[in-house]
């Protein structure tokens, strides 16, 4: 391995200039193109500031200068990638959507094999969920063998404060960042169990935290009963869930379910982070939790 302090011959030539006034050949420190890898983390850096910015509040966050940020915009822009307001700050683009649900597809699809293993293992239906903005969508499920089983349609939305995924995506996010997002959707009771009080909610995320695992008992639909568990350190905020009737779905089942909820959302995360990650595709009852 060459020495770090011995001169590069390559680094002392001008890189290319690339069609956006850039140095198309310049290269991060893990091989790939710098200016890929600056509009990338421009762009979650955008999703996460809530999906607009000013060029400011970008710069301030990702330590480029400002010419370098207007550059690299000025491009995503022209490609429908980010949007430009008359107020000239910048809001995430229309072109995004088609490849976060094609994206949301193949994470469903890879998810399979593994809600299968639920499935077989517990005998109740299995869910995938990702937090997209305020909701929280299904993206993959495998039904239940039993006659009467829960059954949620891959791509409904809901509401997090009334649903196990949702405390599990949310336990881990800072309280006053709760409270914006509930104070957004509001916190409608689908039945006599909901949460309908941010503190109260707080207080569950909480409860997660300490036990490791959310539960929807009854607060989305009664009778149903949701189990859920975060996959970690997913490329977006994923939570697995296993649900079915309240009679079936008890206390003593969930201590025998969540070791292996977590043991399949280890090897989940797992496969989600290999290139190689791959699945196979693939009623009665209502919702899933």
Known sequence: MPSSDRPDPAASAPAPASPSGGSAGQSGGSGGVQSLERAFDLLERMADAGGEVGLSELSGSSGLPLPT???????????????????????????????GESSSRLLGTWARPYLARLVEETGETANMALLDGDEVVYVAQVPSRHSMRMFTEVGRRVLPHSTGVGKALLADTAPDQVRALLARTGMPAATERTITTPDGFLAALEHVREAGYATDDNEQELGVRCIAVSVPDSPTAAAISISGPAGRVTEAATEKFVPLMHEVAEQLSKALASSGANGTNGTNGTNGG
């Open 69 to 99: 940020i207007h550059r690299l915009m000025r491009t995503l822009v022209a490609c429908g990638y980010v949007r430009q307001h008359p107020n000239r700050r910048y809001a995430l683009g229309p072109r995004l959507i088609r490849l």
